[in-house]
């Protein structure tokens, strides 16, 4: 006995599921496409000030200065090392109680470098928020206006 078979008509591709699937796909390009481009042209720079000059001086401070490769002076005295640095902090404490610091670092300034200075303002027992802190441009670099 020979059972007779249904004819199956093949329907055709749907095509509906796969433009749903094609518009996710097309929307995803274009953000991530935006992004990309986004973050190309973002650049972080960092605020600067520029000095006025002044006949009057309200108070005096003094200047803790590192430049981009680390060399760190205290008011014009060279600190040989970043591990003498606390201790030369503590001397100028001791030296000049109630006297104002300054930190002048150079924009180009390994982060690393930095938080080293402000590691050791902290064990000096200076507050970093009492320290304000300049950028200086490579075009200051060869001297201050001070």
Known sequence: MK???????S???????????LFVVLIFVIFTTEQKRARAVLRIELPTVKEVPTSTVT???SILSVDKLGTISLDEIR??????????????VDKNPG????????KELSLEKLLAVWDALTRAG??????????RLPQEAGGSSR
């Open 59 to 61: 108070e005096s401070s």
């Open 11 to 21: 329907r055709g591709i749907m095509i509906m599921p796969m433009i749903d699937i």
């Open 3 to 9: 059972f007779e078979r249904p004819i199956r008509r």
């Open 126 to 135: 200076i507050p970093i928020k009492d320290v304000p802190a300049r950028i």
């Open 79 to 92: 600190v040989p090392d970043i591990a003498l640095l606390e201790a030369y902090l503590k001397a100028y």
């Open 99 to 106: 006297r104002k610091l300054e930190l002048e670092a150079d």
